[in-house]
T-cell receptor, first 110, second 115 residues
C-alpha cells in the first residue's frame, strides 16, 4: 500500500465552481501535512500547510482528519489559473523524508 | 532573487555519457534533496544532505553520486547514462530544526533526455 494515496482525477470544473478532493495517508505517526501545486513541466510549489484545526488561505481550505487519516483540499470560486496537479504531502515527526502522493489533476474550463 | 536554482535546465545526451547537474540555494537552509520525477509524474526522493552529511540514500543505482561541497550546494553526478535515466530531476531545500515543519522549496528542475 502506498503511504499517500490520491484520486488522480481529472476533475474538470467550470470557472466559478467549487471542487474538493481528498488524500489518505497510511502512517499514523505522520505529523506534518501539506498541499503542493505543480503546473505542467514546472516544479512543485507549496500551496499551503495543513493544520489540525483546518485552515483557509483565500479561496483554498484544507482540512485534516487524523482519526480517518485523510486530508482534504477545497477550492472555491475556481479560476482558470487553478488548473494544475495538486500534490498531497505528508511528513513523519523527525523525518527528513516527505511522502508525496501521485497528484490530483484539476482542470478549470471557461 | 532565485531561492533554489539548478543548472542546466535541459540536458540531452547519449547513452553511456557522464553528466552533472548543479543546485544552489540562497535560503540559508541546512538540508538539500534530489528528487526524480519520471514520465508517470511520481516524485521519488533520491538523496538528502543535512549540513553536508548524507542522511537519505534511497535505492538508487551507484551510477548516481551526490556531492555537497557546502550546505548551499548539492550536485548530482551520473555515470554511464541509461535510457531509463530520462526524467526531470528536482533539487529542493528546507530548514529542518527541532519542532519545525519540513517545508521544502523546489528548484525549477533539470529535464534530462538520454538518447
Amino acid at each position: 500500500r502506498k503511504e499517500v494515496e490520491q484520486d488522480p482525477g481529472p476533475f474538470n470544473v467550470p470557472e466559478g465552481a467549487t471542487v474538493a478532493f481528498n488524500c489518505t495517508y497510511s502512517n499514523s505517526a505522520s505529523q506534518s501535512f501539506f498541499w503542493y501545486r505543480q503546473d505542467c513541466r514546472k516544479e512543485p510549489k507549496l500551496l499551503m500547510s495543513v493544520y489540525s484545526s483546518g485552515n483557509e488561505d483565500g479561496r483554498f481550505t484544507a482540512q485534516l482528519n487524523r482519526a480517518s487519516q485523510y486530508i482534504s483540499l477545497l477550492i472555491r470560486d475556481s479560476k482558470l489559473s487553478d488548473s494544475a496537479t495538486y500534490l498531497c504531502v505528508v511528513n513523519r515527526a523527525n523525518d527528513y523524508k516527505l511522502s508525496f502522493g501521485a497528484g490530483t489533476t484539476v482542470t478549470v474550463r471557461a | 532573487d532565485t531561492a533554489v536554482s539548478q543548472t542546466p535546465k535541459y540536458l540531452v545526451t547519449q547513452m553511456g555519457n557522464d553528466k552533472s547537474i548543479k543546485c544552489e540555494q540562497n535560503l540559508g537552509h541546512d538540508t538539500m534533496y534530489w528528487y526524480k520525477q519520471d514520465s508517470k509524474k511520481f516524485l521519488k526522493i533520491m538523496f538528502s544532505y543535512n549540513n553536508k552529511e548524507l542522511i537519505i540514500n534511497e535505492t538508487v543505482p551507484n551510477r548516481f553520486s551526490p556531492k555537497s561541497p557546502d550546505k548551499a550546494h548539492l550536485n548530482l553526478h551520473i555515470n554511464s547514462l541509461e535510457l531509463g535515466d530520462s526524467a526531470v530531476y528536482f533539487c529542493a531545500s528546507s530548514q529542518v530544526s527541532s519542532g519545525s515543519r519540513n517545508t521544502q522549496y523546489f528548484g525549477p528542475g533539470t529535464r534530462l533526455t538520454v538518447l
